[in-house]
C-alpha cells in the first residue's frame, strides 16, 4: 500500500507472505542464506510456524523482514510491481488493513484505512468484502469495532514516518463521516451477498457508489488465489 506516491506514510519493515507454513519456513531459509551469502548480516529475533522476523543490516543501513503466512483465499489475483515484483493487489490489500484495525489499535492502521477510503474503496465496500474474508465478522460487528478506533493523540502520529503531521480535528470529522458512510452502504446491501465485492461491467473497476439492483453490478467472491472478473484489469 505504501509503495502509492499518494500514501501518507512510510513502512518500518518488509513483509514477505506465503500461502502455506511449510512455505514460510523454505522461503525465509532460502532468502536468509542469500542475504548472508550476499554480506547481510540477518539478526533473528522471531522464529516459530508460519511466522519469521529478522533486522537485516548491511555497513549502516538496516530493516525490519518479516515472513509470514497468509490465507491464499483472496479477491483478485496478485499484481506485478516493477521495483517490489508480485504484491496483493490494493484491495486485498485495503481488506487485510481493516481486518488489522479490528484486532489492534494501531494508529498506523488507522491511518492506512482512511487513506484506502479516501483511494482505494469505501469504508463500506472494505467492511462487506471483510465478513468474507474472515467469516467470523458480520459488516455491523466490523462496524462496531471500528467505532471504538480513531482516539488518536499529538504523540501517536509523532512516532511514525509521515510525509506531513495530519490535523487530528481532519481526521476525526473524515473518520466519523467514513463511519456514517459505511453504514449507510452496508444497510442497503441484500444479506444474499455478504462477503463480495462490487463489479461495475461498464466501468470495469470495483465500486461502492451504486443503487440497489442496478443491472450493471455484479457481486464479486474471494476464492483460492484469487480471480479476475470479465474485462477487468489490473
Excluded at 488518536?152 to 503531521?165: F, G
Aim: aromatic share 10%.
Amino acid at each position: 500500500m505504501h509503495l502509492a506516491p499518494t500514501s501518507q506514510r512510510y513502512s518500518n519493515d518488509l513483509v514477505y507472505f506465503q500461502d502455506s507454513v511449510e512455505r514460510v519456513r523454505t522461503a525465509f531459509a532460502t532468502d536468509r542464506a542469500r542475504l548472508e551469502a550476499s554480506g547481510f548480516v540477518v539478526e533473528v529475533s522471531v522464529e516459530r510456524a508460519g511466522f519469521a522476523r529478522a533486522v537485516v543490516s548491511k555497513a549502516r543501513d538496516a530493516t525490519k523482514v518479516d515472513w509470514a503466512h497468509d490465507s491464499a483465499w483472496r479477491f483478485l489475483p496478485p499484481v506485478r510491481h516493477a521495483i517490489a515484483g508480485y504484491v496483493l493487489h490494493p484491495i486485498d490489500l485495503a481488506i487485510n488493513k481493516l481486518l488489522a484495525l479490528v484486532g489492534r489499535d494501531e494508529p498506523r492502521d488507522f491511518l492506512d484505512i482512511l487513506f484506502a477510503h479516501q483511494s482505494i474503496l469505501s469504508l463500506g465496500a472494505l467492511c462487506w468484502a471483510g465478513a468474507g474474508k474472515d467469516p467470523g465478522f458480520t459488516p455491523p460487528f466490523l462496524l462496531t469495532l471500528l467505532r471504538r478506533r480513531g482516539r488518536n493523540r499529538p504523540e501517536d502520529m509523532a512516532r511514525l514516518r509521515l510525509r506531513e503531521q495530519p490535523d487530528l480535528v481532519t481526521l476525526k470529522h473524515d473518520w466519523l463521516a467514513a463511519l456514517e458512510q459505511a453504514d449507510a452502504f452496508i444497510a442497503l446491501r441484500p444479506a444474499s451477498e455478504l462477503g463480495c465485492l462490487y463489479y461495475s461491467k461498464t466501468r470495469r473497476e470495483f465500486v461502492s457508489d451504486f443503487t440497489p439492483a442496478d443491472p450493471d453490478i455484479v457481486p464479486h467472491y474471494r476464492c483460492p488465489g484469487g480471480s479476475a472478473p470479465s474485462g477487468w484489469s489490473a
